[in-house]
């Protein structure tokens, strides 16, 4: 199944950066991963984990240290040429987080949905924009008439619509969805999913979708990377991910989840993970598929554990507060 | 397994609501933020209260300190406290027994509630040296216990730290520790969690449950998220336009819900979704407060909405002696109407409960 799927992104060896030489800061060290066409691939971790400057370093928004990215067979990290660099603005769109914050204040809608038509020179004619801008309000269950509306106008869901409508009239393959439903209220989370997930039925798209709630993930991603002080620790799909971490880290996290559910709620252990259970001395960690299309972030002897046991490291049940 | 049914056997309120209205002055127009609610808070429970933003739920338990914005008021009602009635409190000096000393909160946002330029142990001692007639070395000795009771390691190290030097959990966790150092009775928890992370979340949550009992608190958890509720407490009440629509233990709201608006919260969980299948989501937008609302508040976003439920505001409706909801689905009159189907998992243990007992 795996062979037939096209690769469309590739992230290799990925290393990000920040600060100067005497105090650097690795953002994101030596992650490796790769995105199918049609499919939503899912990135979780806690914040300050790096999964955020991933998705900034596919738009070229942070320079990359090492390693490279690949699109569509082109790379498209470090240097390229201006035309393959206006291409993959084109290609790559990104939806943030807060619809409060991302939005300009002092623009009308029309402006803000158009703003990439206008900076590409996207459009032929101004009754073209028009029409590409209503089209894109309308598919994202807004009214063409919002157009002359500003953005103080809407709610926090429609704000998130607008923000999504800016990145449809670029007509994208790909986009970036970094936390886009976690400063919405609860009711209205589940609107923009489905609308995310219409979307992506209707245009074909592919999505990176970074979050650092697990159970969104599982509901919307094929495939899963939890990544951890910036290294991806473990990356599956979903089922396989929920059905069998491996990764200690994993199993806190899955532990940490919320369920609707108090008698399973009330009775659960938390497990807390504690990055000195790993003796990586020596040893040093490799970002191993332990089963077919299972990563894991491990050494030798916890992939030899794992053999044996089905299971790599047992966390200590007595350091959990 | 039940422990908190013990509570209920022996209730004793400590804080009872009844008819509560509150009122905001707005633009000259007058918005109707609560609108009439009672309740009652047993000692020793924790009792979390959920609804989407703009409910109303963090207006209804600020009235309990005092804490309404300036063009806020309580138009009537009453809420009883040891044997004195808040809602009529009006000065400053009448809050000062209560605030903190009886009731404390712990709010959302530990970045922002934490003083930045003080050492965080004076943050912790100013209230015990207030509120438990302390002072100097013994008010430091507790300012530290509680420090190491939040789970702070190496609390004498860390008394003499500033804000930026802890982490949101921590911070999070000073926080709670300022809060039971005024020895309260009540603690009021407005979305403790929702600034952190996942994994610090449930720490946080666990930290919580166990001051609660050290401390024989009555918490009161204000949340949006179902999951942190089902976790925590011990009864829900389910706040919709200022109201509270539906109350009843964890158990009977999550796996018995009788109000459409409850059924719509649960089934709008990602949790409870079928993947490649559209999530419900409730159709609409909330009720708009400043006109006067006939019969159910969420009749125009309900499509399972009767007749009535347009033209006459639903009394409670007693599902057990815990458990009660405000919707004419309840009558004995109503037709049979169908929960949703996302729900079905979650229901059918109900029944599985049902018979263990």
């Known amino acids: 199944m795996k062979n037939e799927k096209e690769i469309l992104l590739e992230v290799k060896n990925l290393k990000v950066e920040f600060g100067s030489k005497k105090k650097k800061f690795t953002a994101v060290n030596d992650v490796s991963f790769d995105i199918y066409k049609g499919e939503t691939f899912g990135l979780v971790g806690e914040s300050g984990s790096g999964k955020t400057t991933i998705g900034r370093s596919i738009i070229r928004i942070n320079q990359v240290s090492s390693g490279e990215i690949i699109y569509n067979g082109e790379k498209i990290s470090g240097k390229i040429s201006k035309s393959l660099d206006k291409e993959i603005t084109k290609k790559i769109q990104m939806i943030f ?46 009214l063409p008439e919002f157009a002359s509306r500003f953005p103080h106008e809407f709610s926090g869901g429609q704000r998130q619509r607008i923000g999504i409508a800016r990145t449809l009239v670029m007509k994208p393959e790909f986009i970036i969805a970094d936390e886009p439903i976690s400063a919405l209220d609860v009711s209205i989370r589940a609107q923009v999913l489905n609308l995310l997930s219409s979307l992506q039925k209707a245009n074909d798209l592919t999505y990176l979708f970074i979050a650092h709630d697990l159970s969104v993930v599982r509901f919307i991603a094929d495939r899963i990377g939890v990544i951890y002080k910036g290294r991806i620790v473990e990356l599956a799909e979903a089922e396989e991910l929920f059905n069998n971490p491996i990764h200690p880290y994993t199993k806190a996290l899955l532990s940490a989840i919320p369920q609707p559910d108090p008698r399973k709620e009330k009775n659960k252990k938390i497990e807390v993970y504690d990055s000195s259970c790993h003796s990586y001395d020596e040893d040093k960690p490799k970002f191993i598929e332990i089963e077919e299309g299972h990563f894991i972030l491990a050494n030798e002897d916890e992939i030899n554990q794992y053999k044996e046991s089905g299971n790599m490291i047992a966390i200590d049940a007595s350091k959990a507060v | 397994m039940m422990s908190y049914l013990d509570v209920k056997i022996n209730k004793e309120v400590v804080l009872c609501v009844n008819d509560l209205k509150v009122n905001f002055k707005l633009r000259g127009q007058v918005l109707n933020a609560i609108r009439g609610i009672s309740l009652d808070l047993y000692k020793g429970e924790s009792l979390a209260i959920v609804g989407e933003s703009g409910s109303g739920k963090s207006v209804f338990t600020k009235t309990f300190m005092g804490l309404l914005e300036s063009n806020g008021y309580i138009d009537s009602g009453s809420i009883m406290y040891s044997g ?89 966790r000073v926080v709670i520790a300022i809060a039971i150092g005024c020895n309260p009775k009540i603690l009021i928890c407005d979305e403790p969690t929702t600034a952190l992370d996942v994994t610090m979340q449930a720490q946080i949550l666990d930290l919580l449950k166990n001051i609660q009992k050290e401390y024989n608190l009555t918490i009161i958890y204000i949340t949006h998220d179902l999951g942190v509720v089902a976790k925590v407490a011990d009864r829900v009440g389910v706040m919709y336009a200022g109201d509270i629509v539906e109350i009843g233990l964890a158990d009977e709201i999550f796996y018995n819900a009788k109000h459409p608006y409850t059924w719509a919260l649960l089934s709008s969980l990602p949790q409870l979704g079928i993947k490649g299948e559209d999530l419900y989501s409730i159709k609409g937008t909330p009720i708009n407060l400043f006109k006067e609302i006939k019969g159910d508040a969420f009749a125009p976003r309900n499509p399972r909405a009767l007749k009535i439920d347009f033209e006459l505001t639903p009394p409670y409706f007693e599902v057990s002696k815990t458990h009660k909801a405000k919707t004419w689905l309840l009558d004995t009159r109503a037709p049979k109407v169908e929960y949703p189907k996302a729900l079905k998992k979650l229901f059918d243990e109900w029944e599985g409960y049902r018979n263990e007992k």
Do not use: C
């Open chain 1, 97 to 142: 987080q807060d619809p409060m914050a991302s939005l300009n204040e002092r623009a009308k809608v029309d402006y803000i949905v158009s703003e990439g038509l206008y900076n590409l020179n996207n459009h032929k004619s101004e009754d073209e924009r028009k029409t590409i801008v209503d089209n894109a309000l309308l598919e994202v269950g807004l």
């Open chain 2, 84 to 172: 004195k009635d808040l809602a009529k409190f009006k000065v400053a000096k009448d809050w000062r027994g209560i605030r903190g000393k009886e009731i404390a909160m712990v709010s959302q946002d530990p970045m922002t509630s934490l003083n930045p330029l003080k050492i965080i142990g004076k943050q912790v001692q100013e209230g015990i040296e207030l509120h438990q007639n302390l002072k100097g070395a013994q008010a430091k000795k507790l300012a530290i216990k509680l420090l190491e009771d939040v789970g702070i390691s190496d609390p004498e190290k860390r008394y003499y730290q500033y804000p930026h030097e802890f982490s949101g959990g921590m911070r999070q």
